[in-house]
């Protein structure tokens, strides 16, 4: 049984920076893929970032390139999201989500087969 569990999230300033984590489990067969994707009100699903199990290839959406850093700890099956230069804009639920049918970093979010349960992310002064 395949288990995504995001921590990390809360209350940050404009211009602040936060750290999400996605602890994953389950995992017993084959390569891959990790993303982040986030959801505002009234808003579609909006992939973030992604990265492979393999050899942690990465991929950014525009709206996140140079302000979101994803990395991973293989020893302790975790990926992160380092947020820095947080906007109003950004606030949102953040899931992590898992393709356990692809090895490349993708942003397609319908091909995301496992999910968190979300955290909130509010970027608030």
């Known amino acids: 049984q395949v288990h995504l569990v995001e921590s990390g999230g809360g209350l940050v300033q404009p211009g602040g920076s936060l750290r999400l984590s996605c602890a994953v489990s389950?995992?017993?067969?084959?390569?891959?893929?990790i993303a982040w994707v986030r959801q505002a009100p009234g808003k579609e699903r909006e992939g973030l970032s992604s990265?492979?199990?393999?050899?942690?290839?990465?991929y950014y959406a525009d709206s996140v390139k140079g302000r979101f850093t994803i990395s991973r700890d293989n020893a302790k099956n975790t990926v992160f999201l380092q947020m820095n230069s947080l906007k109003p804009e950004d606030t949102a639920v953040y899931y992590c989500?898992?393709?356990?049918?692809?090895?490349?970093?993708?942003?397609?979010?319908?091909?995301?087969?496992?999910w968190g349960q979300g955290i909130q992310v509010t970027v608030s002064s």
């Open positions: 989500a898992a393709d356990s049918y692809s090895d490349h970093a993708h942003l397609r979010v319908y091909e995301f087969n496992y």
């Open positions: 389950g995992f017993t067969l084959g390569p891959y893929a």
């Open positions: 990265i492979t199990s393999s050899d942690g290839s990465t």
